[in-house]
């Protein structure tokens, strides 16, 4: 643990007027669901998520997309970790005015934060692509678990998740997380490579940056304060700085 590292992060929360956190899949690696980019445990060290997570692939691809979907997402009962956790303590304590997401995992809401922005959807619904109607994944997962491929009981159209996939629109919680980010004068990083556009953008805003990040980032030498580290241990340690807590 860098203790120097952590009372630079510490301060910068302490100097800020409006501090957000923007989180990517790392941050719940430690709830067990499997990020990107990480080595060996990362979806890419096996299959091109683009391949299997795009719009293309639903709409060509259905049976392949959704068993996939569901193996990887919806399935799994993960719960908070100890980084979302800390989290929630920041933004109680005053020093986080929102979280904004990459996350699909519900797990910032799970934990108890209350400004949460979704920036690529979530995974409590699923949509019907011919009428619109929406309803729960549960229900969805559970047809692809019997082997059936989800479809509309009103229309009989195709069924997509309520989350942004390769090739897709950003729905309008970018739009509010890009202002919130804008108004912003630190961006907390946690747990993502900072490689996938447009939501990468958000770090930078005109805002100062701390990146908490196990791997190092793109974005590391424009930072300024970079923790290589555990999301759980790091961000664990920084609510003990700030509130004095376990100390
Ligand atoms: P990414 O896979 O590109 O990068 C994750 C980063 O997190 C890596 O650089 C890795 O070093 C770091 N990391 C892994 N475990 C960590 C830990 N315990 N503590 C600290 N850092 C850790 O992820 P991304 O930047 O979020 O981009 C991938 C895209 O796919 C995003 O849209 C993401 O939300 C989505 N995705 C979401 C989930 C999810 O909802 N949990 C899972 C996989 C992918």
Same mark, same amino acid.
């Given at each position: ?12 929360? /302490? ?10 899949? %790392? ?14 445990? %990362? ?21 392949? $997309? ?6 990887? $997402?919806?399935?799994?009962?993960? *719960?908070?970790?100890? !980084?979302?956790?800390?989290?929630? /303590?920041?933004?109680?304590? %005053? ?23 979704? @920036?690529? !959807?979530? &995974? /409590?619904?699923?949509?019907?692509? !011919? ?28 069924? /997509?998740?309520? =989350? @942004?996939?390769? %090739?897709? +629109?950003?729905?309008?919680?970018? +739009? ?12 907390? =990083? @946690?747990?993502?490579? &900072? ?8 770090? $930078? +805003? ?14 590391? !030498?424009?930072?300024? =304060? ?8 790091? &961000?664990?340690? &920084?609510? *003990? ?7």
């Amino acid at each position: 643990m860098n203790d120097e590292a952590i009372g630079r992060l510490a301060e910068l929360l /302490r100097e800020a007027r409006n501090a957000v956190a923007l989180t990517g899949a %790392g941050i719940s690696t430690e709830s067990g669901i499997p990020d990107f980019r990480s080595p060996q445990t %990362g979806l890419y060290a096996t299959i091109d998520p683009m391949e299997y997570l795009s719009v293309d692939a639903l709409n060509s691809r259905p049976e392949q $997309f959704w068993k996939y979907f569901v193996e990887v $997402f919806a399935l799994p009962k993960a *719960e908070p970790n100890a !980084g979302h956790l800390a989290l929630v /303590r920041l933004e109680e304590q %005053g020093y986080l005015s929102a979280i904004i997401t990459q996350n699909i995992d519900g797990l910032h809401h799970k934990a108890g934060s209350q400004r949460v922005f979704e @920036v690529h !959807g979530h &995974l /409590r619904t699923v949509h019907c692509t !011919g009428c619109g109607r929406t309803w729960p994944m549960e229900d969805a997962s559970g047809q692809v678990q019997a082997g059936e491929l989800p479809t509309c009981g009103e229309c009989g159209a195709g069924v /997509r998740p309520d =989350v @942004v996939l390769f %090739g897709d +629109q950003m729905p309008p919680a970018f +739009q509010d997380a890009f202002e919130a980010a804008q108004s912003a004068d630190l961006v907390l =990083v @946690v747990g993502s490579s &900072l490689s996938v556009s447009p939501a990468n953008m958000l770090a $930078f +805003q005109r805002n100062r940056l701390a990146i908490v990040n196990r791997d190092p980032t793109v974005a590391d !030498g424009a930072a300024d =304060v970079v923790i290589h580290g555990s999301a759980g241990e790091t &961000l664990t340690a &920084l609510v *003990e700085e700030l509130t004095g807590a376990g100390t």
